[in-house]
């Protein structure tokens, strides 16, 4: 039974969660003009790398990921699977932890940290030890609750765009290259696709919604940087910090019953974060349960999230936060480039021996 509304319902969801914060930053950071450029450059390594994912994967009916590794023997499971729990491990930290840090900043200026990290994490870890098909669920509930809403201020963010700012539209300068902010806006899609090999058995989809989905969000990757630099310039929106909540702090909606839109949201956009973060949590549980199978998997999700709350509390500031990114990159890296070769790899050796055996 295809169940691709699921996944691709999700896929939105994940993303849109991680857009709107420091993507935005991370790329007006890495260069001055022709934004674009980056934002297409990036985009364009993720889908290579999402195809090369998903052609392996096809190599591999009614298997996920660890059993796509695990039939490689368990050297090419330690290769891999080790590499992706570290991963997860760390993008749960950075996420619960930086967006603890927003919420104090927007929501609970009076609250500690430590106490909104509790909540954040007592959320995502009930529903992920509900089950994937539970995180779903709650993903296609938000889904039809949300989006409509965040469609809305997304387009309502235009309000005070000056078109002028857009050019140039060309320069021959590829210096974000060398940048660690460029670096560091892969944290918005490096890696997140992987749940593609995950769930694949629970959710059935088809390659073609996929595609068809991480293309939906381009415009939102693009915007998402623009609609601050066209509403303040470069030079402005280049020191504000996270600008496209600052672009909706200053929309004027008069019919709406929110008082202030940030609020909404910003709470939309937790929500969505929230679910993010359990989804990691349920994939990390799953390879390590794979450790010692007869433990409950339920159990190795909360003694994950006791590590993650501990770990995050060891961060102090928002500057080791952005220490944490760039620590981040090398397992960034690896998983957006090493797992869909791997992935590719040995779905082309299984297809070789199949026919030698047939042969």
Known sequence: MDKSHYVMLMYLIMHLGLIFFMYPENIIASTDAVHWIAIVSGLAVQFIFIAIYMKGLNF????DIIAIYGSAGLGVSLVFLVPIVLYFLMINIITVRAYSEIISIVFLANTPLWAIMILLMLVSTYIAAKGVETIFRTGLLLGLLFLPM?????????QNVDWNYVFPLYENDFTFWTRPTFYQSFFAFAGSFLFL???????????????????????FFIFSVYVPVLTFGQNTASTLHFPYVVVID???????????????????????????????????????????????????????????????LLVPDWKKVETLFTW????????????????????????????????
């Open 60 to 63: 591999f009916p009614g298997k």
């Open 150 to 158: 965040i469609l809305l201020i997304f387009l309502a963010s235009f």
């Open 197 to 219: 090999g995950f769930v694949r058995t629970h959710f059935p989809y088809k390659d073609n919604k996929v595609y068809l989905t991480v293309l939906s969000l381009v415009p």
């Open 250 to 312: 200053t929309l004027q909606i008069n019919w709406l019953i929110f008082d202030r839109i940030t609020m909404f949201f910003l709470f939309t956009l937790i929500t969505f974060i929230m679910l993010f973060t359990s989804l990691i949590l349920w994939m990390t549980s799953r390879i390590v349960s794979c450790c010692k199978p007869s433990i409950k998997q339920m159990y190795y999700t909360q003694g994950l999230a006791v590590v993650i709350y501990i770990l995050c």
């Open 328 to 359: 981040n990159a090398p397992l960034r890296f690896y998983c957006l480039i090493a797992i869909p070769l791997s992935v590719y790899y040995l779905g082309l050796r299984s297809r070789r021996k199949m026919r030698h055996e047939h042969a």
